[in-house]
Each structure stands twice: as C-alpha cells, then as structure tokens.
C-alpha cells in the first residue's frame, strides 16, 4: 500500500524558514516523480513543485520560484520542500503527491495526508 | 498558465440524481494530460479521472469523463451519499500544472 507521511508544518513568522518532509512507502521511490501541492485554508489547490525520480530535473511554480528548493533522497525514501523567506500567503496545507515513474507530466496517483504551515507574526 | 475555469461553484443535487461538471481551460489541452479529482472536508484530494476519461484504479463506473479541446466534463450517473464532495480538474502537461478552483456537489 502506497504511503506518503508529511511533516515539518507549523507556526513561522513572515521571513523565517521551514522544511517540510514526506516519507514515502509502498512504492520503488527513486524510480517516481514527486509534487509538492498546496491549499491555502478554505481554498483551491495550487501545484507548487516537481522532481524527477532521480532528482535532476525540477519545476516551481512562478509563486515559490527563488525561495522553495525541492529535493530528495532516494537511500531514506524521503522527499523535502525547503521553504525561505516565507510570506503570508504561503499559508496553507501542503500535500506531497507521486506521479508515476514514466514522464515528467503526469496526474497525481497519491497524495499524503498533509501538512499545515501557518505563516504569521 | 492555462486557466482551467470550473462551473457552477456548487451544484445542489439529491442522491440518485445524475451530476454534470463542467471544466474550461483557457487554451486547448491534449485529453490526454485532463484530470479529475475528489476532495472530502479534511481529507487529501483522490484521483478519479486521468486522460480525460480514464477512470483511476478502485472507482466506480458511475463517475465518466469527457471532452475534448478546451472543454471538459465530469459526470457521476447517479450520486450516492459518499459523492457529496469537491471536485477539482487539473491539467498537466504544461508548466505550471493548474488546477480548477473546484465545484462542489451538495445534498440538495
């Protein structure tokens, strides 16, 4: 069974830093491409990131561009969304989702359950 | 960015009745790289319909995608209790992958 845990969320005032972690399980990890999503409180998902399976290649969305970097590390099956110079509107649950081992543009099969990054003074 | 443009924001509908969603993008997308999603008050988002019309592992035959173009279409035959929800269309074969601002389907 596919499982992704994400963690790393909380209370960060404006400009501070934050990284968020996905643990993934069930599935051959290295060989997936990895997303990060975001839902600001009661609104739509917004796609914030991507890295291939191998972590050579990654996208942003123009919003986090300069500030989010995504990695990950394939030996402990775990994905990562460091976060800088975070604003208010960065405020949201932020989901890690897997999107299939084959091409870059994919649908999400699986999303975690995730995690809360409240950014205030 | 390809805007993707969800109508109605909600759709008030008793079970049984028979639900039509409707996503607009704002410039043409291949039905191949078309999704739909399903969200639950605290829940993550669950896959239910990529390339258009392929229905996603585990999801019941009432819920059938179409279209084709700019114009897309998320049907469920007859809605059970469990249909009550958010839905949310995505496209993602071009960068930014975005996303629907969602509709939601309400026990009427």
């Known amino acids: 069974e596919v499982q992704l845990l994400e963690s790393g969320g909380g209370l960060v005032q404006p400009g501070g830093s934050l990284r968020l972690s996905c643990a993934a399980s069930?599935?051959?990890?290295?060989?997936?491409?990895m997303n990060w999503v975001r839902q600001a409180p009661g609104k739509g998902l917004e796609w914030v990131s991507v890295?291939?399976?191998?972590?050579?290649?990654?996208d942003y969305a123009d919003s986090v561009k300069g500030r989010f970097t995504i990695s990950r590390d394939n030996s402990k099956n775990t994905l990562y969304l460091q976060m800088n110079t975070l604003r208010a509107e960065d405020t949201a649950v932020y989901y890690c989702?897997?999107?299939?081992?084959?091409?870059?543009?994919?649908?999400?099969?699986?999303w975690g359950q995730g995690t809360l990054v409240t950014v205030s003074s | 960015e390809i805007v993707l443009t969800q109508s109605p924001g909600i759709l008030s509908l008793s079970p049984g009745e028979r639900a039509t969603l409707s996503c607009r993008a704002s410039?043409?997308?291949?039905?191949?790289?078309l999704a739909w999603y399903q969200q639950k008050p605290g829940q993550a988002p669950r896959l239910l319909i990529y390339?258009?019309?392929s229905r996603a592992t585990g999801i019941p035959d009432r819920f059938s995608g179409g279209g084709s173009g700019t114009d897309f279409t998320l049907t469920i035959s007859r809605l059970e209790p469990e249909d009550f929800a958010v839905y949310f269309c995505?496209?993602?074969?071009?960068?930014?992958?975005?996303f629907g601002q969602g509709t939601k389907v309400e026990i009427k």
């Open positions: 069930g599935f051959t990890f290295s060989s997936y491409v």
């Open positions: 995505q496209q993602y074969g071009k960068s930014p992958r975005t």
């Open positions: 410039q043409s997308v291949s039905s191949i790289y």
């Open positions: 390339g258009a019309s």
């Open positions: 890295i291939s399976g191998g972590g050579d290649s990654t």
């Open positions: 989702a897997n999107s299939g081992t084959t091409g870059f543009y994919r649908y999400f099969d699986h």
